[in-house]
């Protein structure tokens, strides 16, 4: 009699079958949590969260270069899964996801709405233009290219003008700081451009500064550009280097350090 492997055959498997007991120990914390009061029940719910984390990370993920840190949405996400936990009925459904996946989309859209513009439109715009990005990445699965603004406004069925009037809303969720250099390789920022004297020295503390980082290592200037000028995460910025988050921060820590040594003296 041949024997029968009770190991998964592939990766897709083994993600099916710790889905799987992730939902079974989700099951079993939440039944605990029925019958337990007050720190136990909080307790046990706070290990639901623990237990489902990376689902609401995988949520957050859809989110992102969007003008969000990676960390905010991931802390948004787990804001909204604590909710869902804290809500969810299991005499009304028997899988908590169900609920939570909706409830944590609601949280960071709600986000979005709320912190991620720098000049707010109206909250009709804002709608509309959540509706333009979703119709688009509809489309552009559904047609294997990028849709048409005609295709976008046929499908949602909205006139050009609010087309219009929702994608011009797109420059005001990011403003551009006036310390971004005119180009890569410039020590000019933009703010330099609106001085009422265009033959203006340059700035000291800008010559100063350019000194300093000659000082450092062709590596640790990346970083430097990468969190000061690109505005990435440290999550993004250990990314493109090759480190972690917590590695990109201790970095970052010690270059700055060094850098106002080297500047008091």
């Known amino acids: 009699m041949s024997s029968v492997s009770l190991l998964p055959s592939s990766s897709s498997d083994a993600r099916t079958v710790e889905r799987t007991r992730r939902r079974v120990r989700t099951a079993a914390l939440i039944d605990r949590a029925r019958g337990a009061i007050d720190d136990d029940r909080d307790a046990l719910l706070n290990q639901v969260v623990i237990e489902n984390r990376g689902v609401a990370e995988a949520v957050a993920a859809h989110f992102r270069d969007r003008g969000v840190p990676l960390e905010d949405l991931h802390q948004t996400a787990y804001e909204g899964l604590l909710k869902a936990v804290r809500r969810f009925d299991p005499d009304a459904s028997d899988d908590l996801l169900t609920f939570a996946v909706p409830t944590i989309r609601g949280e960071i859209q709600r986000y979005f709405r709320d912190h991620g513009w720098s000049v707010r439109p109206p909250r009709r715009v804002q709608r509309l233009r959540g509706e333009i ?133």
Do not use: C, K, W
């Open 133 to 265: 990005r979703v119709a688009t990445e509809d489309l552009r699965n559904e047609l294997g290219r990028e849709a048409r603004p005609q295709e976008v406004v046929a499908r949602l069925g909205i006139d050009r003008a609010a087309y219009a009037e929702a994608m011009r809303a797109d420059g005001a969720q990011h403003a551009t700081s006036l310390d971004q250099p005119t180009a890569a390789d410039s020590m000019t920022v933009l703010g330099d451009l609106l001085t009422a004297d265009p033959s203006a020295e340059p700035n000291e503390d800008r010559v100063v500064v350019a000194g300093l980082l000659r000082t450092l290592t062709e590596r640790e200037r990346l970083i430097v550009r990468l969190r000061f000028v690109d505005d990435l995460t440290q999550t993004e910025i250990g990314e493109r280097v090759g480190v972690t988050q917590m590695q990109v921060s201790r970095l970052l820590s010690g270059i700055l350090s060094r850098l106002r040594d080297e500047l008091e003296r």
